[in-house]
């Protein structure tokens, strides 16, 4: 007899047979672990979500789903690496370019007021470029075409003035170059920590320094030269005295009042008599040497000098050169026996007026 059978529930009808048993000796047939076999289609906790590597297999945990698109916060901004420029640019173009003409006029400006950035020598005239950028502002207001220029009237007026300094510049164009460097400079420090910018303009500050320096220097000596030489053409004409013997009482007439008065010497002395005069008092030019001879009269006092010539004296228009002695003169006791005899000499062939041209000592 055989072995009693477990009794199976009636197969339904239409339902699917039941899955055969897995022969696990077999190739090719993993082996499982005990216990039921998961399904992958099954519900899985909140948050967490797998990805099956094969069917039939555990799947593993990814991490948590990314969010729908749309959703969660915005990404962070990333700074913006412009610095100061960023901000400008982010406010428009007016307003740098505003800022650019503004920056160019205030680095001319020096250099036209001071073409030798010395502040004793400024310029002779300082408001033509300011009358230039002034008088456009107030033109374009006038005409009413501040209204075709839609708010760059400003601009435009700037931009005339800046060309106006550039004119009033051209002797010493290394001001262009200065003025550029330093532009370059301060943008540099701006845009720190990106220094390449800085040491650029570092280094074209220095040329520049270096160019405007030599040519401001040969720009005052030809200022110099054509000093004298109009000096020399005004005493050619006008200067120098008719009487060669009006050069003594002169000499006292300048320091012998209350105030020196160097106008009549400086107008008839030479360059050689002016160096001569200017070394021997230690000074500058003519007004200081005999203001300085003025002091030391005033300060060792004694009776008023004798500036007047005699009504009889005879003119001295024979000679070309003449030396005059002036050595008991109140001129010579306050200037000194290197300045006591005066050479005089014509100043022009058909004038026949006399000119100081050296002092020798007595």
Same mark, same amino acid.
Request: aromatic share 8%; proline share 13%.
């Given at each position: 007899?055989?072995?009693?059978?477990?009794?199976?529930?009636?197969?339904?009808?239409?339902?699917?047979?039941? *899955?055969?048993?897995?022969?696990?000796?077999?190739?090719?047939?993993?082996?499982?672990?005990?216990?039921?076999?998961? $399904?992958?289609?099954?519900?899985?906790?909140?948050?967490?979500?797998?990805?099956?590597?094969?069917?039939?297999?555990?799947?593993?945990?990814?991490?948590?789903?990314?969010?729908?698109?749309?959703?969660?916060?915005?990404?962070?901004?990333?700074?913006?690496?412009?610095?100061?420029?960023?901000?400008?640019?982010?406010?428009?173009?007016?307003?740098?370019?505003?800022?650019?003409?503004?920056?160019?006029?205030?680095?001319?400006?020096?250099?036209?007021?001071?073409?030798?950035?010395?502040? $004793?020598?400024?310029?002779?005239?300082?408001?033509?470029?300011?009358?230039?950028?002034?008088?456009?502002?107030?033109?374009?207001?006038?005409?009413?075409?501040?209204?075709?220029?839609?708010?760059?009237?400003?601009?435009?007026?700037?931009?005339?003035?800046?060309?106006?300094?550039?004119?009033?510049?051209?002797? *010493?164009?290394?001001?262009?170059?200065?003025?550029?460097?330093?532009?370059?400079?301060?943008?540099?420090?701006?845009?720190?920590?990106?220094?390449?910018?800085?040491?650029?303009?570092?280094?074209?500050?220095?040329?520049?320094?270096?160019?405007?320096?030599?040519?401001?220097?040969?720009?005052?000596?030809?200022?110099?030269?054509?000093?004298?030489?109009?000096? *020399?053409?005004?005493?050619?004409?006008?200067?120098?005295?008719? *009487?060669?013997?009006?050069?003594?009482?002169?000499?006292?007439?300048?320091?012998?009042?209350?105030?020196? $008065?160097?106008?009549?010497?400086?107008?008839?002395?030479?360059?050689? +008599?002016?160096?001569?005069?200017?070394?021997?008092?230690?000074?500058?030019?003519?007004?200081?040497?005999?203001?300085?001879?003025?002091?030391?009269?005033?300060?060792?006092?004694?009776?008023?000098?004798?500036?007047?010539?005699?009504?009889? +004296?005879?003119?001295?228009?024979?000679?070309?050169?003449?030396?005059?002695?002036?050595?008991?003169?109140?001129?010579?006791?306050?200037?000194?026996?290197?300045?006591?005899?005066?050479?005089?000499?014509?100043?022009?062939?058909?004038?026949?007026?006399?000119?100081?041209?050296?002092?020798?000592?007595?």
């Amino acid at each position: 007899m055989g072995e009693p059978r477990t009794p199976q529930p009636p197969e339904q009808p239409g339902a699917s047979p039941p *899955n055969p048993p897995v022969d696990m000796s077999k190739p090719g047939v993993p082996e499982q672990a005990g216990g039921p076999v998961p $399904d992958d289609r099954a519900p899985v906790p909140h948050g967490v979500w797998y990805h099956p590597a094969a069917p039939g297999h555990p799947g593993q945990q990814q991490g948590q789903p990314p969010p729908p698109l749309g959703w969660g916060p915005p990404p962070p901004q990333q700074p913006s690496s412009g610095g100061a420029w960023a901000w400008l640019r982010a406010r428009g173009w007016r307003l740098a370019v505003g800022v650019g003409i503004a920056g160019a006029a205030l680095l001319l400006i020096p250099f036209f007021l001071f073409p030798t950035l010395d502040p $004793d020598k400024p310029v002779a005239q300082w408001w033509p470029p300011f009358a230039i950028g002034l008088g456009t502002l107030v033109l374009l207001s006038v005409l009413r075409l501040d209204r075709l220029l839609k708010g760059w009237t400003w601009h435009v007026a700037g931009i005339a003035f800046v060309g106006a300094l550039v004119v009033w510049t051209k002797d *010493n164009p290394w001001a262009w170059a200065l003025a550029l460097s330093l532009g370059l400079l301060l943008a540099g420090l701006l845009r720190l920590p990106r220094w390449q910018l800085l040491v650029a303009g570092a280094v074209l500050c220095a040329v520049s320094i270096v160019g405007f320096a030599i040519t401001a220097s040969r720009i005052t000596a030809a200022e110099t030269q054509r000093e004298i030489q109009a000096g *020399n053409e005004v005493r050619a004409t006008v200067g120098g005295v008719p *009487n060669a013997q009006e050069v003594p009482p002169l000499l006292d007439r300048v320091i012998s009042g209350r105030v020196a $008065d160097p106008q009549p010497l400086c107008r008839i002395v030479g360059p050689a +008599a002016e160096t001569q005069l200017t070394t021997a008092t230690r000074t500058a030019d003519c007004a200081a040497a005999v203001a300085v001879v003025w002091e030391e009269r005033a300060s060792a006092g004694g009776p008023t000098p004798v500036t007047s010539v005699r009504s009889d +004296a005879a003119p001295m228009t024979s000679e070309r050169t003449y030396t005059l002695s002036t050595c008991g003169s109140a001129w010579a006791v306050a200037a000194g026996p290197e300045l006591g005899r005066v050479t005089v000499t014509w100043t022009d062939d058909d004038a026949r007026r006399y000119a100081i041209t050296g002092f020798q000592p007595c």
